[in-house]
C-alpha cells in the first residue's frame, strides 16, 4: 500500500509541475489579443491622466455601454473607463481601481446584478487569466477565497499554453479583442454594427442574493473618500426583456445600496432600454443605446455633483 | 456522478481510504461501505429513484430464496415468472410507456382517429435496464439450478447496487461476483497498478478521444441535410469511435475502479473494432450484454431446435430486442433488426469463407486480415447511422444523402481542422489497442518493464491531455452515451 500511496503521490506531484510550467509560460497567440490585454492600457490611464478625472467601474456593461467622449465634452473632466469584463468579480474591479485613486476623483460604480446572485465575484477563469496571461503584479489583489475558486481553472489555462490550436487559430476577434477599445477604455468597434440575436436573460432567483459584496462596495466608499474622491453608484443598461423578467432583483439590489446610505445616482428603470437599442447581449448597447445611456448618466452626474457644490 | 468529475475523485478518494484502512477488518464491513457508498453515489443526482431500485433489489433477493426453498417444479416456475414479469414490467413502465402511449397515438392518428393520449411524467430509475438484467439472470439462474441463492444480503444488495457498474454495465453475473463479495478483500498491489492505469486509459478515451469527436458528429448529425455526402461518411465513421471510446472508456474506468476495489470485473470489450466479421464484432463488442441475450434469450428459443431458418430467425428476433433495450425509438428496432442481419449472413458464411481462406492461404495474410477489419467497420458504422440519429426519419434523410452524388465532393462541415487534429489521437489510440490486443486493455503491458522514464512520461501526457479535454467543459462534464439507456 505504502509503495502505491508513493506513487501516486509522485504521480500527482509531476503533474503538478506541469501545471506550474504552463503557468509560467507567456500567453498563447491566441489570446495575446483578448479583451483582458486592454487592462493594461486601462491601468496606465488611472495611473497618469490628469485631473479632473472620472473613472468608471464595472463590467462589459459599462464597456459596451458609455461614449466617453461624450462625458468628456459635457462634464470637462477626463473620462477613465476601467471595465473590461464582468466576471473579473466586484472585490477585483475595486481593489484594483483602489490603488490609483487621486484627491478629487470622481468615481461612477456601475455592479450589475448577478454580482450580487452568483459567486463569479469569487474567482473566475478570466480572474486567473488576469493574473497569468496579461501579468503577475496584481496577485497581491487576489484574496484567498478567491485564489481557491480560481484552482479549478488552472489546468485549463495552465495546459492551454501545450494546445497546438492556440497556436495555430490566431484570429483577432473584431469585437472582443485588446484592439476593440478606444482612448478611454470604451468598446466602440460595435458601433454601427449590425444587432446579433440573442436571448434575453431568464428570471434571477432572489433566493442566491448575497449581501457581502454591499459590504466591500461600502468599504471601498470608505477608503476613496478617505483619500480624497467620491464615489457615486449607477445602474447597469440593461434590455427591458430581462430587467423585467428580474425587476424585483433589481429593486433588491437598488434597496440595499439605499439602505446602506451609499450614493446612488437615478434608478434602475432610468437605465432600461429598448430592445433595439442593444447589441449581442442584454448588456451591451449599441451606438444609439450608448449615446442615450452616457446622456442619462451625464443628467444624474450634473443633479447630483450640482446638489453637492 | 459522473467518473470523470471532481465530486467523483473526491467520492471515490474518501471510499478507497475507509475501505482499505476503516473498514478492512472483515468483509461485512467491507461490503456495507460498498453498500453505503453505492447507495450515495446511485442517489447522488435523484434520492427519489433510490426506494425504487432498493425494493426492486429486495424483491429479487426473496425471489432467489424462495424459488431455491420450493421443492414443487410448478412452484418454482411460478416465482421465476413472476420475477421476470415483475423486472421486465418495471423496465417496460418506467422506459418504454411513454414511447408506446405516443406510437399508439401516432398510429391512431393516422388512421383517422383523433387520439389526445398525454404522455406520462415518469423519472427513469437510472441504470434500469442494466440492474434489471443483473437481477433477472440471477433469478433464472437460480431457477435452473446453476448456483444457490445469496443468503447474505448486505452481499446481494452490494452485488446489485456495486457503484462503478451500476449505471452502464458491465452486467457481471452473479457467479461471477457473489463468490468476491463473500471473501474479505486483501489490498493486491499489481491489481491496484493495473487498475490505475485501466482507469487512465478509459480516461483518455473518453475525455479526449469521445469528448472532442462529440460536437463534430453532432454538428454533422445536425446538419445532414445541408452537408455533402463525404462529410456523413465523416460523421457515420466519427460517431463509431465516439460510440465505442465513450463506452469501452466508461468500461475501462468501471473495471479498473474495481480493481483498486480487489474486484475482478467482467471483460466488456475486446478490441471489437479489429473483428474481421460481423459474428466476430459482436463476439467482442459489449461482450456482457451480449452474451446476457444468447444465454437468456437466443438459446432459450433456439432450445432443441436442428433447423437452421430458426436459427437464424431467432438470432435477429435476439437482435431486435437487444435493439429495443437499448433505446426508446423504432430507430433501435431498425438497428437491432440490421444487426440480426448482418451477423445471421455472416455466421451463415463462415463455413464457405473458410474454405476460401484455406484455399488461397488468406489466414495470415495482412491485406486480407485489414481489408476483413475495415469491411467490419465499415458495416459497423453504417449500422450505427441508425443508432445515433433521433429518429427514423432522420436515419433514412441521413442514408438517403450518404448516397448521393456529393460522395466524391469535398467535405463542407464546420470543424475539418480539428478532424485533423483528432487523428493526432485517435490514430496513435487504435496503435496502441492494436498492439495490446491480446491483453486485457490497450496499455496493461505497454511499455512494463521498459524505461520507466519512457513509461512515466506516457502516463503523464495521457493524464495531462485528458485533463485539458475535461476542463475545456468548465465543469460541465459530459455523461456518457449509455447512461440514457
Partial sequence: MKKFFTKIFIFSGIVVIVLIAGLLLPATPKVSHSILFASLHKDSLLLYEREPRLILVGGSNLSFGINSQMLKDSLQMNPINTSVIGTLGIEYMLKNTQQYIKKGDIIVFVPEYPYFFNQDNQGSVELLRTLFDVGMPKYKLISPIQYCRMLQYVPKLALSRFDLMEYIRVQEDEIYSVNSFNYYGDTYTHWGKERVKFDAWPHINLKDYNPAFIESIIDFCKTAEAKGATVFISFPAEQDLSYYASEDAAKMVAMAFYDSGLKVIGTPERYVFPDSMMFNTPYHLNKQGVDLRTERLIEDLRETLGKSN | ?485
Fill in chain 2, 1 to 485: 456522478m459522473i467518473f470523470t468529475t471532481i465530486n467523483f475523485v473526491f467520492f471515490f478518494a474518501v471510499v478507497f481510504c475507509l475501505y482499505w484502512f476503516v473498514f478492512n477488518r472483515n468483509t461485512m464491513l467491507q461490503n456495507l461501505l460498498l453498500l453505503g457508498a453505492s447507495y450515495f453515489f446511485y442517489s447522488f443526482a435523484n434520492l427519489k429513484i433510490l426506494p425504487i431500485f432498493v425494493i426492486t433489489s429486495l424483491v429479487f433477493y426473496w425471489l432467489g430464496i424462495v424459488i431455491s426453498k420450493s421443492r414443487n417444479k410448478r412452484n418454482r416456475f411460478l416465482y421465476e415468472l413472476a420475477g421476470i414479469l415483475f423486472g421486465l414490467g418495471a423496465l417496460l413502465y418506467f422506459k418504454y410507456s411513454n414511447f408506446f402511449i405516443s406510437s399508439f397515438s401516432e398510429l391512431l392518428e393516422t388512421m383517422g382517429f383523433n387520439a389526445n393520449l398525454h404522455t406520462l411524467k415518469i423519472i427513469v430509475p437510472l441504470g434500469i435496464s442494466f440492474y434489471t438484467f443483473r437481477l433477472l439472470s440471477y433469478i433464472i439462474d437460480i431457477y435452473r439450478g446453476k448456483y444457490e441463492p445469496a443468503r447474505d444480503i448486505v452481499g446481494f444488495l452490494t452485488y446489485v447496487a456495486f457503484f462503478p457498474c451500476i449505471l452502464s454495465g458491465p452486467i457481471d453475473r452473479p457467479d461471477a461476483m457473489l463468490p468476491q463479495l463473500a471473501k474479505k478483500r486483501v489490498f493486491d498491489y499489481q491489481l491496484a497498478v493495473s487498475g490505475m492505469r485501466q482507469i487512465l486509459w478509459g480516461l483518455f478515451k473518453k475525455a479526449v478521444i469521445a469528448d472532442f469527436c462529440n460536437p463534430l458528429v453532432n454538428n454533422i448529425f445536425n446538419n445532414y441535410g445541408s452537408l455533402t455526402a463525404s462529410s456523413l461518411v465523416i460523421g457515420a465513421v466519427l460517431y463509431a469511435i465516439e460510440l465505442y471510446s465513450d463506452f469501452s472508456g466508461y468500461t475501462d474506468m468501471a473495471v479498473g475502479i474495481g480493481k483498486l476495489l480487489g474486484f475482478r470485473i467482467a471483460k466488456n470489450f475486446n478490441y471489437p473494432y479489429f473483428a474481421t466479421s460481423f459474428a466476430d464484432y459482436w463476439k467482442r463488442n459489449h461482450i456482457s450484454l451480449t452474451t446476457w441475450f444468447m444465454d437468456y434469450i437466443y438459446y432459450p428459443l433456439v432450445d432443441k431446435s436442428d433447423k437452421l431458418w430458426y436459427w437464424n430467425l431467432c438470432m435477429i428476433i435476439t437482435f431486435i430486442l437487444s435493439g429495443f433495450w437499448h433505446g426508446v425509438g423504432w430507430n433501435f428496432v431498425l438497428w437491432g433488426l440490421y444487426q440480426g442481419i448482418f451477423i445471421v449472413i455472416s455466421m451463415n458464411i463462415q463455413k464457405s469463407r473458410k474454405r476460401f481462406e484455406k484455399k488461397h492461404n488468406l489466414k495470415n495474410n495482412a491485406v486480407y486480415q485489414w481489408f476483413a477489419i475495415l469491411l467490419t467497420f465499415a458495416i459497423v458504422s453504417f449500422g450505427l447511422i441508425f443508432f445515433r440519429a433521433d429518429s427514423l426519419q432522420t436515419s433514412f434523410g441521413y442514408i438517403a444523402r450518404l448516397f448521393s452524388s456529393s460522395l466524391l465532393s469535398p467535405p463542407n462541415y464546420m470543424g475539418k481542422l480539428e478532424t485533423l487534429l483528432l487523428l493526432i489521437f485517435i490514430i496513435p489510440m487504435f496503435i496502441v489497442e492494436w498492439k495490446g490486443r491480446n491483453d486485457d486493455f490497450g496499455i496493461e503491458k505497454l511499455f512494463v518493464g521498459k524505461n520507466v522514464i519512457l513509461r512515466w512520461s506516457f502516463y503523464c501526457v495521457l493524464f495531462l491531455t485528458a485533463l485539458y479535454s475535461l476542463s475545456l467543459s468548465d465543469g460541465a462534464a459530459k455523461e456518457f452515451i449509455y447512461f440514457k439507456f
